[in-house]
């Protein structure tokens, strides 16, 4: 069983040498276990947090582990009822090959039905991105028809899935994204009103006007994603009682400081900003993920994927992913 270990703790950008491939006997299945061969293993920019020990709302990665992250795969044996050889399962089975588990925790692992959803899916649209987007966007934002919604790292496995979750409740959305290729990609695959390349725009007074343009009502609501420019851009052309759902800041994960410079703006406008973590909303992931399956299932909601050929490939497509070269939700192919 091959796997990938957390060596070493970055100090600002990771680089490969953080991490080190593992070759680890498989034990034996034991009663009430589960063995599954992963097919997929998702690369998400959480993990960037997890590699570093600083105070956050999870526990770091243990070094000399394996590195956590959530996989899709099939069953090859099982020693436990409720599940049996063949069946396609979601987890965290980490970065490796093979994931042995004790079945009988609830929740550790899920069947999942891939008669009308693909497999890596589930780590995607119909799974904890999908859920991201879907909760910021119902439960802080709350789009009514014809207001405007904008969202950053809009071609992403989150953003993209913000943008159409929006338009499906009549709301105007408008992307930032990085080039000119995702910000095609945004409006024209994934049926955005406008896109805004915020490379093209590296001067504040640049941004607000193209932020101008494509939100000539304003924005009322905002997913944020990145942080530092691009959310003081858009708090200065908010309307009043505008929200915004405070997902994730990437563009400081590496420590870059990411100082705001108009939170006095909160107040002229009577915002609502709230930060939120999917996982702490378990309640609310069946609901989310009834609606996610059936847009994917019916072609309602499009995605596109990056996928990184093998276990080997994953620390290189992780860097990747914290610098923008994944367009689209970023996978590891294991099989
Ligand atoms: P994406 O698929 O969107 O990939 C990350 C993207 O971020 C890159 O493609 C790049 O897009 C953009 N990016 C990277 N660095 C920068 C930078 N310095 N400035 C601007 N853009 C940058 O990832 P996800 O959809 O998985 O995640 C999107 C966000 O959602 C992240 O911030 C993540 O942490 C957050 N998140 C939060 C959760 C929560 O519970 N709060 C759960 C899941 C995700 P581009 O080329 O357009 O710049």
């Known amino acids: 069983n091959r796997q990938i270990h ?20 498989l034990p034996a299945v034991q009663e009430g276990q589960v063995l599954v061969r992963n097919h997929y293993l998702s690369l998400d920019p959480y993990m960037r947090g997890r590699m570093s020990d600083a105070k956050s709302y999870a526990d770091p990665q243990p070094l000399d582990q394996v590195m956590m992250g959530g996989t899709v795969g099939e069953v090859v044996e099982s020693r436990n009822p409720a599940f049996k050889a063949g069946d396609q399962v979601v987890g965290m089975g980490g970065w490796q090959e093979y994931q042995l588990v004790d079945a009988s925790q609830r929740g550790v692992l899920q069947k999942v039905d891939t008669t009308h959803i693909p497999l890596a899916a589930y780590l995607g649209a119909v799974g904890m991105p999908g859920v991201t987007a879907w909760y910021g966007l119902t439960q802080i934002i709350n ?8 969202v950053s790292a809009a071609s992403g496995a989150v953003g993209g899935a913000v943008g159409q979750l929006a338009k499906a409740r009549g709301a105007r959305a408008v992307g930032i994204a990085g080039g000119p290729d995702k910000c095609r990609y945004v409006v024209e695959e994934l ?10 725009h590296r ?4 941004l607000l006007a ?26 200065m052309r908010a309307n009043a009682f505008s929200r915004i759902a405070m997902c994730g800041m990437i563009s400081g994960y590496n420590g870059e400081p990411i100082p705001m410079m108009a939170p006095q703006l909160i107040l002229v406008n009577r915002m609502k900003i709230e930060g939120f973590i999917v996982s702490e909303h378990m309640q609310l992931w069946p609901e989310a993920l009834k609606e996610l399956g059936m847009m994917v299932a019916t072609g309602k909601l499009k ?3 990056s996928i990184a050929d093998g276990l080997a490939a994953a620390p290189e497509a992780f860097l990747g992913l914290l610098k923008g070269r994944n367009f689209g939700k970023q996978l590891v192919k294991l099989v």
């Open 6 to 25: 957390l060596v070493s703790r970055p100090t600002g950008e990771p680089t490969v040498d953080n991490f080190r491939l593992v070759e680890a006997p």
């Open 143 to 150: 789009p009514k028809a014809g207001e405007t919604v904008v």
């Open 191 to 200: 049926g955005f009103d406008a896109c805004i390349d915020y490379k093209e």
């Open 203 to 206: 001067e504040l007074k640049s």
């Open 210 to 235: 193209a932020l101008k343009q494509a939100c000539p009502q304003g924005i009322d609501g905002h997913f944020e994603n990145v942080g530092g420019m691009i959310l003081d851009a858009v708090m």
């Open 303 to 305: 995605y596109r994927e």
